[in-house]
């Protein structure tokens, strides 16, 4: 007679194990999705028409700035910590001056007296990594610099913008 009660004490444990199981396995399902939104790439983008250029006999440069103020990221991020994942760019160009060169130009949050610079070609577009290990965040700037030499048109007009967009996470 104890043998018949032990069996319905084991199935008894079996589905108790069981729902265990399950509802920690649901508890799972539930949170994953969480686990990914927080790690979702998000991004910014801007778009801005370079400066006219006042080109005088050694050459001059044209200005794309774009800061990225608190207005661009969500409300409540500020001292979050963010890795910035790359940076889209697209430049326009002065097709009536001479020798044109780019340049596009990172400043970390806060500190736009330094910068780091890679070149980058007029009239085109492409993607950096290069900047990936400086610190990103609210108060960051991106700067596309358009120079050109004399001997062209004395004053150079943008052929159209320049646009970048920065994508990061938190």
């Not at 920690?24 to 927080?38: E, S, T």
């Not at 001292?79 to 970390?108: A, R």
Request: with cysteine.
């Amino acid at each position: 007679m104890e043998a018949m009660n032990a069996l319905p004490d084991s199935k008894l444990m079996l589905g108790i194990s069981m729902r265990r199981y399950l509802i920690v396995l649901l508890i799972g399902i539930f949170l994953l999705p969480y686990g990914a939104v927080c790690a979702e790439e998000k991004v910014i983008s801007k778009t801005v028409t370079p400066s006219v250029i006042n080109v005088i006999s050694i050459g001059g440069t044209g200005l794309a700035v774009f800061d990225l103020s608190h207005a661009y990221f969500p409300a409540g991020s500020f001292g979050v910590p963010k890795q910035l994942l790359g940076i889209d760019w697209s430049t326009t160009s002065y097709p009536e001056n001479i020798k044109e060169s780019v340049e596009l130009c990172y400043s970390q949050p806060y500190n736009g007296a330094q910068q780091t610079c890679v070149p980058i070609w007029p009239g085109t577009s492409g993607a950096l990594t290069n900047f990936n290990d400086q610190r990103f965040g609210q108060g960051a700037r991106i700067t596309i610099k358009h120079h050109v030499l004399g001997g062209g048109a004395r004053m150079g007009y943008p052929a159209g913008s320049d646009a970048v967009t920065v994508r990061y996470r938190d």
